[in-house]
């Protein structure tokens, strides 16, 4: 019992640590993934990011629709090494679904992929991704890539520079490396304003990164 209480506590602990680093209103979208391994690598990368939440277009009806029953997939959660049981995850049958339901909650979008697709296409690099206060973050198929309508209904449209013969990087890899440069430009901007629109401004700043401990 006394290593059960513990346990708690240091889990309790943490929470509390992580909690002012997490970026707010910010959701990595995954467009009908093939591989239900690379839906676990996606939800750690999203976990130790710091990402909202997860949400999944699956016209295959792969995974349930609660949550709770997600985290109980045992392939799932071996892949995601757990991080299935602390991340929020929602499950769409299709595109148009989920874009309907993000626009309802004021969310706009941004759509990823190797190739110049959509209204306007830019380097990682180049993006502010602190413009809007709700972020989704769409990744495509592994088969595929994004969908046409994903793109349509974005904003824009984000890829990674490559320089290799081949142009391509599984959805474990791209998710980690586009969510990493997104998530660090929302935490900035979090330690200096407490409002939207660069409103709110702090007299002192948030400190951005948890130091691992000693």
Same mark, same amino acid.
């Given at each position: 019992? @006394?290593?059960?209480?513990?346990?708690? /506590?240091?889990?309790?602990?943490?929470?509390?640590?992580?909690?002012?680093?997490?970026?707010?209103?910010?959701? =990595? #979208?995954?467009?009908?993934?093939?591989?239900?391994?690379?839906?676990? +690598?996606?939800?750690?990368?999203?976990?130790?990011?710091?990402?909202?939440?997860?949400?999944?277009?699956?016209?295959? /009806?792969?995974?349930?629709?609660?949550?709770?029953?997600?985290?109980?997939?045992?392939?799932?959660?071996?892949?995601?090494?757990?991080?299935?049981?602390?991340?929020?995850?929602? /499950? &769409?049958?299709?595109?148009?679904?989920?874009?309907?339901?993000?626009?309802?909650?004021?969310?706009?979008?941004?759509?990823?992929?190797?190739? #110049?697709?959509?209204?306007?296409?830019? &380097?990682?690099? @180049?993006?502010?991704?602190? =413009?809007?206060?709700?972020?989704? #973050?769409?990744?495509?198929? @592994?088969?595929?890539?994004?969908?046409?309508?994903?793109? !349509? /209904?974005? !904003?824009?449209?984000?890829?990674?520079?490559?320089?290799?013969?081949?142009?391509?990087?599984?959805?474990? +890899?791209?998710?980690?490396?586009?969510?990493? !440069?997104?998530?660090?430009?929302?935490?900035?901007?979090?330690?200096?304003?407490?409002?939207?629109?660069?409103?709110?401004?702090?007299?002192?700043?948030?400190?951005?990164?948890?130091?691992? !401990?000693?």
């Amino acid at each position: 019992m @006394e290593e059960k209480a513990e346990s708690k /506590r240091s889990v309790r602990k943490r929470a509390d640590e992580i909690k002012p680093f997490r970026c707010k209103h910010l959701i =990595a #979208v995954l467009e009908n993934p093939t591989d239900v391994k690379n839906i676990g +690598t996606v939800i750690r990368n999203v976990n130790a990011l710091g990402v909202d939440k997860v949400y999944v277009v699956d016209p295959r /009806r792969s995974l349930p629709d609660d949550w709770q029953d997600l985290r109980g997939r045992r392939s799932v959660s071996k892949t995601s090494v757990s991080a299935v049981k602390w991340t929020f995850v929602k /499950r &769409f049958d299709s595109t148009d679904e989920c874009f309907g339901h993000l626009e309802r909650k004021g969310f706009k979008s941004i759509a990823t992929s190797p190739h #110049v697709k959509g209204k306007a296409s830019i &380097f990682l690099h @180049e993006g502010d991704y602190t =413009a809007h206060a709700k972020l989704a #973050v769409w990744f495509g198929s @592994e088969a595929i890539g994004i969908s046409d309508l994903a793109v !349509e /209904r974005s !904003e824009m449209c984000v890829c990674i520079p490559m320089f290799g013969m081949i142009e391509s990087l599984n959805l474990g +890899t791209s998710s980690g490396i586009v969510l990493y !440069e997104i998530t660090k430009q929302r935490r900035e901007y979090q330690s200096m304003y407490r409002r939207r629109d660069r409103k709110g401004e702090r007299s002192t700043p948030l400190p951005t990164v948890l130091l691992p !401990e000693t």
